[in-house]
Every structure is written in structure tokens, then in C-alpha cells.
């Protein structure tokens, strides 16, 4: 038992052990210090072999005057945050970490700056689990932020690349297309990319192997498909997604097709349509005109459908088509078929020789034929008693004879006008008299005078639409090239019609235009079963069309 003050000494352990504790009892109240706070997000979802980054933020409480002079962040998967288990990822420069995540999961950001964000790539199903982080302050505090932990999930790639559209297509301009994988990084799993597509097949095969693809787009591109498949290198995954083009253009194939119901003969024309189509994107403005497209010409419709009964025409008449969109215009003119209209023949002495001529007017232009009596002359030919010459111009063929031999009494002299729709011819019966001079020209009946009669009722026809058209207000002219005796012959009454006025919209899906390159001017034929038109037939509830087509 001591009685007086006790002056010896502790041993040295004893004297260390309150010096030992010290750190301890510090990191006991750090743990409790409220100051250790982190901001993250706690549950992160991505799909196999892509990449997704964790914002994360940490602060803890610090009393120096200067930060501390070390500081460094580890994440861990949870329960394995003992002394023996390496992080997933570490701030810390000499710190190792787990193999299986070495170079997919990195600490990005100054943690400095109280940044501890989790960078993942080319993540794996096997990475699924809950993670954990720690800060390691100055040389004797840790701290694991166990109040808040990332819950990551790993799914299977489900997810589809998107292409991009730097600008709109449009033919014959250069562009390029990216394709683009969601939720992939530089730093992650190569990508290999391929591109397939009708678009592609004018293409070198190395320019389909890029994320980007430069094209030159057609318009038969337009509504084709194009994919952009994606593979995920070294794991036998690919994806791909497939976009339809919207290629715009401007019109073609323009194309005019003529209709009349029930087999109406053409020239009776009542029901006549004309049916006017282009291929072109954006839809184009369909427009008709009289005549051909100048620019004064006469605009009667805004629809595709011109139903002729509304406008009156005659024979012969030219409609034009135009289609236009933004990006251009074509048009293409039909002119309607008839058969021949015979001018003709005439006959004369002339320097001790029978001199006759015979004109007809037709579309499509008509041949000419001379018969002297039951033989036939051919267009151009010559010897020493007979000449003959032919030639034509627009819808007018014309034909000459000179005859150098004496003439048989009741020599028939015949001129005979044909084309697809129609045969029309005249017969002359050659009278000898007294002497040449004298020679009496008659005309015998039958088709002859029928064709004489049908000529005079013509002229009269012309001469009243011809006061009528002069007097009237705001009808077309004539095209230059109608001739001023056969001009006309009118089908109806000739008034504009209203754009509303001309029918349907659209052309009827029977048929298809007829293919080949055409000129500027383009004119239609019909075809019947014979050299005449169909006679009339009654109306019925249904509608038989026949067609002429053109197309450009």
C-alpha cells in the first residue's frame, strides 16, 4: 500500500497505448460525423456490351485549414470491402483492382472536386450486383458511404441502332448518312457496321463497311429499304434497323391516256377523258392546256382527269399536260386521232396532159393511193405516160398524177386516203368528147358523192365555227398547223371548263401507258378491231373503255 505520491514511471507500452487510440476514436467520430454525405444514383440499368456512366458526388468534413494532403476513392462490390478484397475501381494511382472489371469501370472526375462518377463500358451480364464507396482521407481516415449503395442491372442487347439524316434526300444530291448505336462509347466494344439496301448496289463494298454512308439517291430509290447493321466485335451480337427513303424528285414519265365509254366512236367524242400521270415526289400539280405549252397557252384544267364533253374539241385538236413540283415540271402533248377526210381529187388538161390532185387531212396522217382502173399506183412513181408524186406535212398528205396517154372512154380514176381508223376515197369517171380539151369530168355516186357531200357540209360547218370562234369571247385558237379548209369540225359546244369540272382526280388503274422515248410533242392513237370505228352501243350501268396512250 502506497501512502505518498507515487513517483516512478509507466512502462513504455502503457505510455504508447492512449496514443494508439487516439486515430481510432477520430475515425469512430468521423463515421458518426453527419459531414460524410453522397449524392449518387442508386439503381443503373444497361444492356451487354454498352456503356453507361453513374454521377456521382461525396463530401466529408474536414476542420485543417488546407485539404488534405491525400484523397482517393474506391468503389467495392458490396461484402467484399474488407482488408483482402481489390475495388472495382480506384482514384488511387498504385491501387490494383479486380481483373475481371480492369479497364471497363473507371473513376472519372477531379475527386477533388468531391467527384466520384463511375465510368462502365462494354458491360457484362455478370457485372449485375450491388457496388460500394470509399474514401480514403488523409493518411488515417476511411470511410465507406454505406447509407446509399448502385444497384447496377446488366441486361441482354435489345437495343437498335438509329440512322441520321443530315438533310433531306433529294435526287441527284450528294449526302450522307450516320448510323449510330445507342449507349455505345469510343473506349467501349468495337463496333463493326454494314449497310444494305437497293441504294447500296451502285456502291464499293469497302464504302458499306463505316458508320457513315455517302450516297447519291435516285429516284427509283424512293420507298426502298435501307438497313444499317451493327456488330458487337468479339461477341457475336449484332443489331440492325431498317428506315424506308423518302427520296424527293422531280416528275417523269409522264404519261396521257385517252378513254371513252361504252366504245363510243372517237369522233363522236361525248365521253372522251384524257387521263393525265407523272411519277414524282412530292406529288405533283397536274394542269392541262390547248395546244402546246407557250407561254401564252390556254389553261383549261387542274386536275388530272380532262373529260373532253365539258370542253368541246375538234378534230384534230392538241391538249397538253404539264406536272410540276418544286424541284421541275415536264409536259406532253396529245393530239386525238380520226380518220381521213378526203379534199379531192381534181382534174385538168395542162400542156397536152391530164393533170389531177387529191388532199386528206387525218391523224394519224394518212397514206394516199391513185387507182386507174383496177390498178394501183404506188406513192411515187414514174414512166413515160404516168407521174406520180406524194408528200405530207403534219396531218395533210398530198398527192399529184400527170397522165400522158390517151384516155379509154369510162376510165375510172380513184384517190384513196387510209390510216388506222379509217378508209375515205373518191371516184372520177373520165368522159372522152370531141377532143382533149373537151374531155367531161364525172363523179360517180355512191362513196364518191357521199365523200363530195360529207366535204361541202364541212366547208359549211368551217365557215360557221369559224365566224363563231372569231366572234366569241375568250375561246382558244386554233393550233398553227390546222389547215384553213379542213380545219374543224366541231364535236361540242367549245367553252373553258372550271378546274372542278374535268372529272375525277385520278386516271383508272386499267392499263399502263405505252413505254418508249417520245419527242417534245407527243400525239396518241386508237386501235379498233377493224378499219371503222365501232358503231354506237346503249348505255349501260357499266363502262368499257378503249385507249390511246402516250407517255414521255
Known amino acids: 500500500m502506497f501512502r505518498g505520491p ?12 492512449p496514443l494508439l487510440l487516439l486515430p ?36 466529408y468534413p474536414w476542420t485543417g485549414w488546407n485539404p488534405p494532403s491525400q484523397l482517393y476513392i474506391s468503389w467495392f462490390r458490396d461484402g467484399e470491402d474488407g482488408y483482402y478484397y481489390d475495388p472495382v475501381a480506384t482514384s488511387h494511382p498504385s491501387k490494383d483492382v479486380k481483373t475481371e472489371t480492369r479497364g471497363r469501370f473507371r473513376v472519372l472526375g477531379d475527386v477533388r472536386a468531391n467527384n466520384c462518377s463511375l465510368s462502365i463500358r462494354d458491360a457484362r451480364l455478370e457485372d449485375t450486383g450491388r457496388y460500394i464507396l470509399r474514401a480514403d482521407i488523409g493518411p488515417n ?46 473506349e467501349g466494344r468495337p463496333l463493326l457496321f454494314s449497310w444494305m439496301g437497293a441504294v447500296t448496289n451502285p456502291m464499293d463494298p469497302g464504302a458499306l463497311q463505316s458508320s457513315v454512308l455517302s450516297l447519291t439517291p435516285r429516284p427509283q430509290d424512293h420507298s426502298t429499304s435501307l438497313t444499317c447493321q451493327v456488330e ?25 391516256r385517252a ?68 424541284l421541275g415540271s415536264q409536259n406532253v402533248s396529245v393530239r386525238l386521232p380520226y380518220p381521213p377526210r378526203l379534199l379531192g381529187p381534181s382534174c385538168s388538161w395542162e400542156a397536152q396532159a391530164l393533170r389531177c390532185s387529191c388532199s386528206s387531212r387525218a391523224w394519224p396522217a394518212p397514206s394516199l393511193h391513185w387507182r386507174l382502173g383496177e390498178g394501183l399506183l404506188e406513192g411515187n412513181s414514174s414512166n413515160a405516160s404516168l407521174r406520180v408524186t406524194s408528200s405530207s406535212a403534219g396531218p395533210w398528205a398530198n398527192s399529184s398524177l400527170s397522165l400522158h396517154e390517151e384516155v379509154s372512154s369510162g376510165l375510172r380514176l380513184s384517190c384513196e386516203a387510209q390510216n388506222a381508223h379509217g378508209t375515205q376515197s373518191a371516184t372520177l369517171l373520165l368522159l372522152p368528147g370531141k377532143s382533149r380539151a373537151g374531155v367531161v369530168l364525172a363523179a360517180l355516186g355512191g362513196a364518191g358523192a357521199g365523200a363530195l357531200l360529207s366535204l361541202c357540209l364541212c366547208l359549211i360547218l368551217f365557215c360557221i365555227v369559224k365566224s363563231y370562234r372569231k366572234h366569241g369571247s375568250g375561246k382558244p385558237e386554233v393550233m398553227d398547223d390546222k389547215d384553213p379548209v379542213m380545219g374543224t369540225v366541231p364535236w361540242g359546244p367549245r367553252q373553258k371548263s372550271r378546274p372542278d369540272g374535268s372529272g375525277d382526280h385520278a386516271c383508272p ?13 407527243h400525239y396518241a392513237s386508237l386501235s379498233f378491231h ?22 414521255k
Open 232 to 256: 458487337l466485335q468479339g461477341a457475336q451480337v449484332t443489331t440492325e434497323r431498317t428506315v424506308q427513303l423518302n427520296v424527293s424528285y422531280a416528275p417523269q414519265n409522264l404519261s396521257i
Open 259 to 326: 378513254l371513252f365509254r361504252n366504245g363510243t366512236a372517237l369522233l363522236e367524242g361525248q365521253a372522251l377523258l384524257l387521263c393525265c400521270s407523272a411519277d414524282s415526289n412530292p406529288a405533283a400539280q397536274l394542269s392541262w392546256f390547248w395546244g402546246p405549252l407557250t407561254q401564252n397557252a390556254s389553261h383549261i384544267s387542274d386536275t388530272g382527269i380532262l373529260d373532253l364533253s365539258s370542253v368541246g374539241i375538234a378534230e384534230g385538236e392538241a391538249f397538253t399536260c404539264q406536272a410540276q413540283n418544286a
Open 6 to 17: 507515487w513517483t516512478g514511471s509507466l512502462p513504455g507500452t502503457c505510455r504508447m497505448l
Open 24 to 59: 481510432l476514436l477520430w475515425a469512430g467520430s468521423l463515421q458518426r460525423d453527419p459531414g460524410f454525405k453522397l449524392q449518387l444514383q442508386e439503381s443503373v440499368t444497361v444492356q451487354a456490351g454498352l456503356c453507361v456512366l453513374v454521377s456521382c458526388s461525396f463530401s
Open 141 to 186: 481516415t476511411r470511410h465507406f458511404y454505406r447509407d446509399k449503395k448502385l444497384a447496377l442491372q446488366v441486361t441482354v442487347l435489345t437495343e437498335k441502332p438509329v440512322i441520321h439524316f443530315l438533310e433531306p434526300l433529294v435526287s441527284g444530291h450528294p449526302t450522307s448518312l450516320r448510323c449510330h448505336l445507342p449507349g455505345s462509347c469510343e
Open 509 to 521: 388503274a386499267e392499263g399502263a401507258a405505252l413505254p418508249g422515248e417520245l419527242q417534245e410533242l
Open 530 to 551: 377493224g378499219k371503222e370505228p365501232p358503231p354506237r352501243r346503249e348505255a349501260t350501268s357499266s363502262t368499257e373503255y378503249s385507249e390511246i396512250k402516250t407517255s
